[in-house]
């Protein structure tokens, strides 16, 4: 459990979905025994429906080029047949194409998706900015923008359903005009089909909690933007409806100038 990325922003840290944190990852090594017994199940049941990899924690961590078990994994989710959904902010995923193209061409869509989706591989790739400065200092165990970016192109080449997920947007550092019009210009430049966009969330009042992490960081680099972003999340985990209706049609109007989709469907 916990993720080697590290970034900053990431709601696992702390108490409120994994407990206390520790320094150490630990590893559910029996995940493809477990996911054997529920996929055959499901499988046996007619039971299909899109596994997401990478909702929480990221799926490639540098550990995975050593145990292999997210290939484990995918290994199981091909042999039965279920689209999945990968998202991460590593490049290790190119290791798995040829075998992501055979569950591209093999699973089972929902029948929620047949006739709207043909397509049972998407691979989405995270960003919360395009910004090299600010990957470094919120993003440290992920891959560069450019080195993101150079996947997508090449899952996009080979004819592979992909996105981006760009979220979550920092507050006064990646939210305005001109740095979503770059990051969405990219986005579209490098071959995505779609891009999600949703803002931040900060939980927590312990030291190891993201929304103190995250306020260190600022006071840390950016103390002009500090009490401007403690104002925004007050006593809440997620900033005003204003300010998300506002990011909302500014994200709708820029993917509408670079025709690109705002929804995977």
Do not use: W
Not at 114 to 142: C, N, R, Y
């Amino acid at each position: 459990m916990g993720c080697a990325l590290n970034c900053t922003y990431c709601y696992i840290h702390g108490s409120v979905y994994g407990g206390e944190e520790t320094s150490v990852l630990q590893v559910k090594t029996n995940a493809p025994e477990v996911l054997y017994k529920q996929l055959k199940n499901r499988a046996r049941k007619g039971e299909y429906g899109f596994i997401g990899l990478g909702s929480s924690t990221d799926p490639y961590p540098p550990m995975e080029k050593e145990l292999e078990i997210t290939r484990e994994l995918l290994k199981i989710i091909y042999r039965f047949k279920f689209p999945v959904n990968v998202n991460t902010k590593s490049t290790l995923i190119l290791r798995d194409m040829e075998l992501l193209k055979k569950i591209d061409e093999k699973a089972v869509l929902p029948k929620r998706f047949q006739g709207k989706l043909d397509h049972g591989m998407i691979v989405s790739f995270s960003f919360s900015t395009v910004d090299p400065v600010l990957v470094d200092i919120f993003e440290p165990g992920a891959s560069t923008v450019e080195e993101r970016f150079g996947a997508m192109k090449k899952f996009s080449d080979e004819g592979f359903l992909v996105g981006a997920n760009l979220m979550p947007v920092l507050p006064f550092l990646s939210d305005s005009e001109e740095h979503l019009d770059e990051a969405i210009g990219k986005i579209k430049e490098y071959g995505a089909n779609f891009v999600l966009v949703a803002g931040l969330t900060l939980f927590g009042d312990k030291p190891k909690d993201c929304k103190v992490r995250y306020y260190k960081i600022l006071e840390e680099y950016f103390p002009e933007v500090l009490e401007k972003t403690k104002r925004m999340f007050k006593d809440s985990f997620a900033p005003s409806r204003d300010y998300q209706a506002v990011l909302h049609k500014r994200s709708e109007r820029i993917c509408r100038k670079y025709d690109i989709k705002s929804k995977i469907i």
